[in-house]
DNA sequence: CGCTCGCTTGATCTCCTTCAAGGACAGTGG
DNA sequence: CCACTGTCCTTGAAGGAGATCAAGCGAGCG
């Protein structure tokens, strides 16, 4: 299940033969639960292990100097969020779920041994990294540039074509299970403002977000003022 | 030369054997001049080359839907900024000179066939692209949450560490020749702000930026301002 | 000499923050 | 069954950081 969930994933970006796919289908790790806020990594960790999120939300975010955080990146169920940790020694940043979330802890050593045997899937997993990248350009671009019911606009098209991708969304609606706090920490604006903001998005039609569950009601409209343009997403599908 | 760039580039972030440094100081490839606002690599390209920086200064961004640019990152000399392209397909932003700028472009074969025999080469590589993503969650720290003077002092102290990392800076002076305008796209914010914001940073006595010369009179109070913790860098030395 | 490019300054406006308080809802214990 | 508590959401009012608009300045250059 582990192996499927990874194989699903990583075949969002890119294409594997058979070979290579019985090989991520192979590959197993610890399942265990964590509670919200407790970290999985900390800033400063050497983890030995990489992570999948197999429910729940979990982020990707760094304290900052007043007090709040700032939140670098959002991931589902399928996403392997700290592949990353395969070629960097320490961590800069903390991962954590943003609700009570089962996440599959996969060792080093049998990825290492898996991309060995296996270049596609070495090719692969190097190029979700560099996806990880190309998600927090926009991110940077969407919270330098963008007025707030924009960028919120942003973030929710890029969660609903991601969920989308993985098989989770119903429709034009998916869970976003968060509080108004970590859209405010995401989109480096006040909570107050994140309020009125979803306010004025709820007005427009195009989209409502109320406990945990995002709905789309006009993808095309959501995207025009979010001058959303998926393509940093690289998907495949 | 080529190859003498490259490897000190890497060896800023690790360390490699005698072997692999000898097969990276092989490397070679075409040099060439580049005007400035003359694109190396545009978004929907799929380049065949990474690139290495010479001399000048090059900068990555994307173009806004209001005809400015959101820039994501810079690169001096001796810095790579373009070895994602060896495992993504397709660009999603551009390279572009900031003044007229030397660049070699070295073809991805060559890269792929040191990769494939140096087993630390390709980890080395692999981490500088995962370095660039640190860098760009650095980013969006700075321009999501904090203030103008806080953020351009952040900026100024990462030019000025990498500078000194590569072997560029004179004491605390470095060269970072680009216009207000292209601090205004970095920081998201705009050219009168930032130049009011210089103002303010030239009054406190920690730093200067004039025609294209970053002096920093105080680097522990710059970073003060700045709130500045260099490890997101992943700098060895 | 006039031109362009980059830097500088002033005045006005607005988006967003901050502070402060109130309300909805679920969980808990008497 | 109902007060009690904590979490999250919502609203109002005031203040500030930065955007925008408009104009002037200085240096390099054909």
Chains 1, 2 share one sequence.
Request: aromatic share 6%; proline share 5%; with cysteine.
């Amino acid at each position: 299940m582990i192996g499927e969930a990874l194989l699903h994933h990583l075949t969002t970006f890119g294409t594997l033969g058979p070979d290579d796919a019985a090989a991520v289908l192979a590959i197993d790790g610890e399942v265990r639960s964590y509670g919200r806020d407790c970290d999985i990594i900390r800033s400063g960790d050497r983890p030995t292990y990489s992570v999948l999120a197999l429910d729940g939300l979990l982020i990707r975010y760094s304290p900052r100097a007043d007090g709040g955080r700032q939140v670098y990146g959002m991931y589902f169920p399928t996403d392997a969020p700290c592949l990353e940790t395969l070629h960097t020694d320490i961590m800069d940043h903390n991962l954590t779920p943003a609700v009570e979330t089962r996440v599959a802890l996969i060792p080093h050593a049998v990825l290492y041994e898996t991309m060995d045997r296996f270049p596609r899937v070495l090719s692969l997993i190097w190029r979700q990294t560099l996806v990880q990248a190309s998600m927090f350009r926009a991110w940077l671009m969407r919270n330098s540039s963008q007025p707030a019911h924009a960028a919120m606009a942003h973030l929710f098209c890029e969660c609903l074509r991601r969920t989308q991708a993985a098989g989770l969304a119903r429709g034009n609606v998916c869970d976003l299970p968060v509080t108004q706090e970590v859209l405010a920490d995401a989109l480096g604006i006040s909570l107050v403002h994140v309020n009125r903001t979803l306010q004025i998005l709820r007005q427009t039609g195009a989209v409502s977000f109320r406990s945990g569950v995002l709905e789309v009601h006009d993808p095309a409209q959501l995207a025009g003022i979010a001058d959303f343009d998926p393509h940093y997403l690289h998907l495949h599908r």
